[in-house]
């Protein structure tokens, strides 16, 4: 069908991209941006039917006992033990349960932020949702430094925190977190084997520290209702990114959500070269068919979004 056929020429590759990126499939303008509540409240019922944010953010205390083996989300066939460690951070109740927000900002890690200037205006955002423990120090004109919530994926402690081969690394980690208090720390440890030893190194850090953060492990349904959603509405992802997830997660807390930070394309509309990251020379990695995400078709759906005041979807300058 006709969605699939553009999803498709999409992802292929990125000079198709940069050529559809002067097409109106992109076009979105910010100005006489308004919400459309109703569509907002059609959206957070329609999403209720697949997933309940408030309860599938994480898993609780009383889900597991130490020793339990489950299966990994995305590999059926592997299993994982419930550390006394891990099951001592699982939360007692949702990290989320009872909270609303007027207006949240999803920050995703596009180079599209740098020279935005938009630290203010996200920082002035009731809520704000950030995505695997990107830094923000030392870029917080551009993205602000309020986190209420970040995401971690367990392949961050190779990434950016150098394996915790020597003690600074440990350090750095430990001030990063320490930095977010006793924001929501959200680490999707059930999704595929590989990173459980990170998880184990990061748990046993948080503990040793004694640190304040609130951890948070997405329930083990979270991942396929949440692609369920997006299939049902003919987006049709593979699995969704952490960005899009953190949306659809939204949708429940934030009567307006303000997406910044979200730009999967190597230039911007005038042609001009775009990190994938703000903060780091990671290469682009999602237009090849082997890559778990659909990035441009997220964003494509986003803007669709934008268009109808669903959500305001910033990709320029905040003035
Ligand atoms: N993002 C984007 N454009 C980019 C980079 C990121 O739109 N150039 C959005 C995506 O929704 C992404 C989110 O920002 O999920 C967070 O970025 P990142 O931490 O880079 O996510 P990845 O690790 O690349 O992917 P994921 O965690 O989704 O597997």
Redesign the pocket.
Known sequence: DGELCLSRSLVNSSDKIIRKAGSSIFQHSVEGWKINSSLVLEIRKNILRFLDAERDVSVVKSSFKPGDVIHYVLDRRRTLNISQDLHSLLPEVSPMKNRRFKTCAV??????LLDSECGKEIDSHNFVIR??L?PVVEFAADVGTKSDFI?M?P??VQRAFGGFRNESDREKFVHRLSMLNDSVLWIPAFMVKGGEKHVEWVNALILKNKLKVRTAYPSLRLIHAVRGYWLTNKVPIK????????YTLATRFCDEIHLY?????PKDLNGKA????YYDD?K???FSNAS??R?PL??KTLNVLHNRGALKLTTGKCI
């Open positions: 920050v995703g890690n596009s180079g599209i995505c695997n990107a995401t994926n392949s961050v699995r969704p990114s952490t960005g899009l997830l953190m930070g979200f730009w999967p394309f775009v990190k994938y990251h990671l682009y990695r999602y778990p995400h990035m997220e964003f």
